[in-house]
Structures are given as C-alpha cells and as structure tokens.
C-alpha cells in the first residue's frame, strides 16, 4: 500500500503561481510513475503532468510551457510548480502513483486550486 499526501493548494489571481507537493509513503519502492490530475466541476478527471522513476515526463497540452513537474525519488516526493495561472485551471487536483501489483494506482485525497481575481 502507498499512501499519497497533498499540499498547496489555495486562491490566486490570474497570472499567479503555486507549487503543489505530494508525499508518499509506505510501500514506496513499487512507484514507477507520478503524476498530478485534476478534476473540474461537471468535468472529468484529466492528466496534467507525469513523471517516470527515470525522469520521464509527459504534460497535458493545456499546460505545457506553464507547469513543471519535478520528483525526488529519494524523498518520495513529487511537486507540481504552476505558472502563469488561468481561471480554466480551477480544479481539485490529485497526486497520483502508478505502483507495480496496483491496477488502479493510489490517490491523494485532492487539493483545490482556484485561479479568480
């Protein structure tokens, strides 16, 4: 079992920025990926960014040029540094770990980001 813990999230006005962190812990050593979601109102869950154990990393094109995914495998961290904020990214956002023996991979219980003037 993984446990994920999330970080970070808050208000800010368009433009702004934010950094998100997750924290996993328990059976860390079956984690091949990380990633962050989000999920907006009346919208389904949708990948923003990913991240392999070898530094591997895919973004949704929404965000490409404005987030940065970075991971600290000996920390079993990962962290999401958000720029150039828009309102469309109003969302929960979750953390989420692929894990070798987990079909469904393990989730945090989300952050809310609110991007409003």
């Known amino acids: 079992q993984v446990q994920l813990v999330e970080s970070g999230g808050g208000l800010v006005q368009p433009g702004g920025s934010l950094r998100l962190s997750c924290a996993a812990s328990?059976?860390?050593?079956?984690?091949?990926?990380m990633g962050w979601y989000r999920q907006a109102p009346g919208k389904q869950r949708e990948l923003v960014a990913r991240?392999?154990?070898?530094?591997?990393?895919n973004y949704a094109d929404s965000v490409k040029g404005r987030f940065t995914i970075s991971r600290d495998n000996a920390k079993n961290t990962v962290a999401l540094q958000m720029n150039s904020l828009k309102p469309e990214d109003t969302a929960v956002y979750y953390c989420?770990?692929?894990?070798?023996?987990?079909?469904?991979?393990?989730w945090g219980q989300g952050t809310q980001v609110t991007v409003s003037q």
């Open positions: 328990g059976s860390t050593f079956s984690i091949y990926a």
């Open positions: 989420n770990a692929q894990a070798f023996g987990a079909k469904e991979g393990y």
């Open positions: 991240i392999t154990r070898g530094g591997g990393t």
